[in-house]
């Protein structure tokens, strides 16, 4: 669950890209894990910060339990992967392994497939 001090940050178009949440004389920003991204930054930076970072990186292939996976579903409540082993996770039609993980999702639990 976000904490009662994260603010939304939208796009243009609506979609949620992250939070920020106000440290010292800053704002460190969130991004769609639940995960800090950068030290404190000033507001705009911290948008500038989000907008660059956007949502691509939700479809990067990342390490889970010594596993490569792909996020499969994101939210304030849990974030979901799935096996990716040979590319299992794009297959349809067949039976995808997946793994229900908390949220903000640790950064040891999840890692950047390498």
Do not use: S
Request: hydrophobic share 45%; proline share 7%; charged share 25%.
């Amino acid at each position: 669950m976000t904490g009662d001090d994260w603010i939304e940050f939208r796009r243009g178009d609506r979609e949620l890209l992250g939070w920020m949440v106000a440290e010292g004389d800053g704002f460190v920003v969130i991004d769609l894990l639940g995960r800090p991204r950068t030290p404190p930054l000033e507001w705009l930076a911290a948008e500038e910060f989000l907008e660059e970072l956007g949502i691509g990186y939700l479809a990067d292939r990342y390490l889970y339990a010594g596993r490569p996976v792909r996020i499969g579903e994101v939210g304030t409540t849990g974030v979901t992967v799935i096996a990716d082993e040979y590319g299992a996770a794009q297959a349809v039609g067949g039976t995808q392994e997946r793994f229900d993980l908390p949220f903000p999702v640790p950064a040891d639990l999840l890692r950047p497939f390498a």
